[in-house]
């Protein structure tokens, strides 16, 4: 058995990874993709200390500094149970897809999350040419450019009034009749000059030339008819969903999937850890994945010390 058995692979899993050992204790990771969501990044600017990286870059630097030291990677394995430990400091057991199983004292979950896509032509060919999802990331791309934001809930109008001050003008695309995000975030951006917004809008196409967005089609519920807006940016955010499906019934979850931590980075359930995009950590970015990794490996290897094996 492991020490600590990490699920998931991208920056939490491979800096906790790290941090788990260099304790010198037994660490092994499990993951369906090592690198995660970073594989699909294209360029990454606000990594503190790289100025400027691409994704792949990224992920197999994360592999690289992993596999320096000694864990074992497992890769392209998918859990799809864990078992809580029958009794106090016993083994915790992680069921994976392949019928295979592996037990471990402690646990860290760090599946991460994917974005929902809007499932409309152009935004899978254009992914990365225009098609973003994380405007913290992607927003300065787009300066004195136009863009779209899709989605009207809280994290589509927070992106929409964040990239007001960066890019020529956002369009605001809701399919509802109203937006949905909180009253004082509709009046910000309703106070804003250079945003547009419709709602009762559903968007049906991403159009593109030459590899590179250059419009946005949507067609009005009212009167049905069909618009284009032309643009060079769009910014899909209609929900951010966590992995983990599989952990329902098992570890406490938000009403959003999200995995419940504490500051430490513990689930409530004895000798399991979570961190990055799969938890309630606000803000979902690397460079604080990253850091709630090493946090949730010391925490483990801090419950490891303090409780005998029975
Ligand atoms: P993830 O990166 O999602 O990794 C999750 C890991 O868990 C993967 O290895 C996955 O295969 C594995 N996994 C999932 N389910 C299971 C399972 N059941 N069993 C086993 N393994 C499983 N952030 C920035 O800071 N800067 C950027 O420029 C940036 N750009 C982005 C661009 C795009 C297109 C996207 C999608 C995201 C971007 N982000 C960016 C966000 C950033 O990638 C995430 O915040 C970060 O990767 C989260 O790390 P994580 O380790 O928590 O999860």
Same mark, same amino acid.
């Given at each position: 058995p492991y020490d600590v058995l990490i699920v998931g692979g991208g920056p939490a899993g491979a800096a906790a990874g790290v941090y788990a050992a260099r304790k010198g204790i037994r660490t092994g990771i499990a993951a369906e993709r090592f690198g995660g969501q970073v594989n699909d990044t294209l360029g990454i600017e606000n990594y503190i200390s790289?100025?400027?990286?691409?994704?792949?870059?990224?992920?197999a630097a994360l592999e690289a500094h992993t596999r320096a030291y000694d864990v074992?990677?497992?890769?392209?394995?998918?859990?799809?149970?864990l078992i809580p430990a029958a009794e106090p400091g016993g083994l915790i057991e992680v069921q994976l897809a392949n019928g295979g199983s592996l037990k471990a004292r402690t646990v860290i979950l760090s599946t991460g999350a994917r974005w929902r896509n809007v499932n409309v032509p152009g935004e899978a060919e254009y992914k990365n040419k225009g098609v973003a999802y994380c405007p913290h990331c992607d927003g300065p791309l787009f300066k004195g450019k136009r863009t779209a934001v899709i989605g009207g809930g809280n994290s589509g109008v927070e992106a929409a009034i964040d990239l007001a001050g960066v890019v020529a003008h956002v369009t605001l695309i809701e399919f509802a009749d109203q937006l949905k995000a909180d009253a004082v975030l509709v009046t910000k951006l309703k106070s804003l000059p250079n945003v547009t917004i419709h709602t009762n809008a559903q968007t049906t196409e991403i159009t593109g030339e030459g590899g590179k967005v250059n419009g946005l089609k949507y067609k009005d519920r009212v009167s049905g008819q069909e618009h284009l807006v032309p643009l060079e940016g769009v910014f899909v955010q209609i929900g951010l969903v966590p992995n983990t499906e599989w952990l329902k019934g098992t570890v406490e979850l938000s009403r959003f999937g999200e995995i419940v931590v504490d500051a430490h980075g513990r689930t409530n359930v004895p000798g399991v850890? =979570? +961190? &990055? $995009?799969?938890?309630?950590?606000?803000?979902?970015?690397?460079?604080? =994945? +990253? &850091? $709630?990794?090493?946090k949730a490996a010391l925490s483990a290897f801090d419950h490891l010390i303090r409780t005998p094996a029975p």
């Open positions: 790289v100025l400027e990286t691409d994704g792949p870059k990224f992920a074992d990677i497992m890769n392209l394995q998918r859990a799809d149970k850890f =979570a +961190a &990055g $995009d799969c938890t309630t950590v606000p803000f979902k970015q690397i460079v604080i =994945a +990253a &850091g $709630d990794g090493a």
